[in-house]
């Protein structure tokens, strides 16, 4: 990755949020309070509401030096002109979003619990590993369980490894000593009460980790 983006901390994904003046207003207290990446994300909005929001978030990520990744979609990402996209298995293929986006994007790849599918990845040109669900999710409830070992053993590829899925302050600990380097989270930091503290105390996982 080129700049080098931190390698470690809280992987902020935005919550389906409708009203991009809102999600501006949920984000930008996480950004500020030391989430290291941010990855646009929203099931349920409209191709052009999707491209309105990545494009407000865009100069605000800028700002603060962030990088902004987009889910699903590595078209968006090249047309705004967003540092990366994050791919999961129906979102077409590594290799051809790393030609498109070219060697300086961030490229990331869900790999679920499936260890052959990050050296797939790693060797199609992603950029970062991401497994899970580690716990159970109120975003994905019927999502596949993955295993800490997992983290451990995606090691020897080299990239960094995000774990996703249910994801507390209070759980987070094993999963940043079993080789997590970024913690994936929307309703553990959106949906917390005051999330720029929730954001702190995600941070503080790392600080307590080897």
Known sequence: MNPPWPRRGLYAITPDEPDTRRLLARVEPVLRAGASWLQYRNKHASDDLRAEQAMALLPMCRSLGIPLII?????????IGADGAHLGEDDGEIALARHELGPDAILGASCYDDAGRARQAAFAG??????????????KPHARCA????LQEAAALGLPRVAIGGITPD?????VAAGADLLAVI???FDAPDPAAATRAYLSCFEESP
């Open 171 to 175: 759980n987070a600990r094993p999963l």
């Open 187 to 189: 309703s553990g930091v």
């Open 147 to 150: 295993a800490p070992a997992l």
């Open 71 to 79: 889910n699903d979609d590595w078209a968006l990402a090249a047309a």
């Open 126 to 139: 992603a950029s970062y590993i991401a497994f899970g669900a580690f716990f159970p999710s109120p975003t």
